[in-house]
């Protein structure tokens, strides 16, 4: 038993071992790099991305697709500034934001198993439809001023070697145990792997087809909101622009992973994206288009690996 479950978990612990190997490198290339002071960076800086590509493992995981995230961390963050503006408290936006993201999703979900309509489809509406409402909200970018705002950005654990986890680091770190639990102790999130594994046989088995897909999305909606909530206390700022494309990041973080869907798998899957940022960044020559040929070299890499384990140990993603 404990051979298989190895064999099933092989490419999350290649992930593991990428990530360790690409900070060992870094290490040996560039003074300080092997300290917690960038670990805790990398941590920080990437934390909206990862906290979106968690929601989006929930739906890789049933084998759809969630497009909108960009547009709502978008969204998310031009309606905190302006509340603010308007004299609003981040921790009161936050909650509204939560509860709109939330709420977004579970329509989704209920459009995608309603109508029978694909998951790229609709999420691509929603894509357009929350950019659009940016614009509409505002064409400006706009700051938060409150001092919760300044209350949020102090909050920080202090780490061996000088390093630290900042507040956004550690609503990070609370997500991700929050949805690993979500994910493999709960009847949920058994029935997200059932309906990923073979949605008519889910059924069969007395799987709630339709109010899983819906809690799918709503907690992709949630998590993606949640993400627009970190990077507008993180930047203090909201712009309509913010998170264009982000997307596509939160997507690759989750597939970096292998495809075996562990939600821990997605926390490495987006420090590896952003590890590869800092090593551009600490080389000072390279421009910012070798972060994306390098995460496209990476993923092309883990899915031609992932096919190999496929057929080599028939291990199923």
């Keep these: 038993m404990s051979a298989l479950i190895n064999k099933k978990y092989l490419p999350f612990f290649a992930t593991v071992f990428v990530f360790v190997a690409i900070f060992l490198i870094g290490g040996g290339m560039y003074n300080n790099f092997l300290s917690t002071r960038v670990l805790g960076n990398i941590l920080a800086d990437n934390s909206f991305i990862i906290i979106a590509a968690i929601g989006a493992t929930f739906v890789i995981l049933s084998g759809g697709i969630d497009l909108s995230i960009g547009s709502m961390i978008g969204f998310v963050g031009v309606c905190m500034a302006v509340l603010d503006s308007m004299g ?13 993201g939330f709420t977004f999703g579970a329509f989704q979900g209920w459009v995608i198993d ?26 400006n970018s706009v700051p938060i001023t409150h001092e919760w705002a300044d209350f949020y950005s102090d909050i920080r654990i202090d780490l061996p070697g000088k ?25 949920f999130g058994s029935n997200v ?34 993400a627009g909530v970190v990077y507008a206390l993180y930047t203090k700022s909201g712009y309509p622009l913010a998170g264009s ?24 899957g987006g420090m590896i994206l952003g590890l590869i ?26 899915i031609v ?13």
């Design 305 to 317: 690996m992932h096919r190999f384990l496929v057929g080599t140990f028939g291990i199923k993603g």
């Design 193 to 226: 792997y059932a309906i990923g594994g073979d949605k008519e046989s889910a059924r069969l088995m007395g799987v709630n087809i339709r109010k899983t897909t819906v809690l799918i999305y709503a907690t992709a909606g949630f998590y993606s909101a949640l």
């Design 163 to 187: 390093g630290r986890l900042r507040s956004s680091a550690i609503v990070m770190l609370i997500s991700l145990a929050a949805a690993i639990f979500i994910a493999h102790f709960t009847r």
């Design 114 to 139: 309603a109508l029978d309509i694909q998951p790229f489809i609709i999420t691509l509406a929603g894509l357009f439809l929350l950019r659009g409402m940016c614009f509409m909200v505002t064409i």
């Design 245 to 268: 494309t982000l997307e596509l990041s939160a997507i690759a973080a989750v597939v970096l992973t292998g495809g075996v869907g562990t939600v821990a798998g997605t926390l490495f």
């Design 88 to 100: 609003f408290d981040p921790l009161t936006t936050t909650i509204l934001m939560l509860i709109f």
């Design 277 to 302: 940022s800092t090593l551009i960044i600490f080389n000072g020559s390279l421009n910012s288009a070798w972060i994306l040929i390098s995460s496209g070299v990476l993923l092309f890499v883990f």
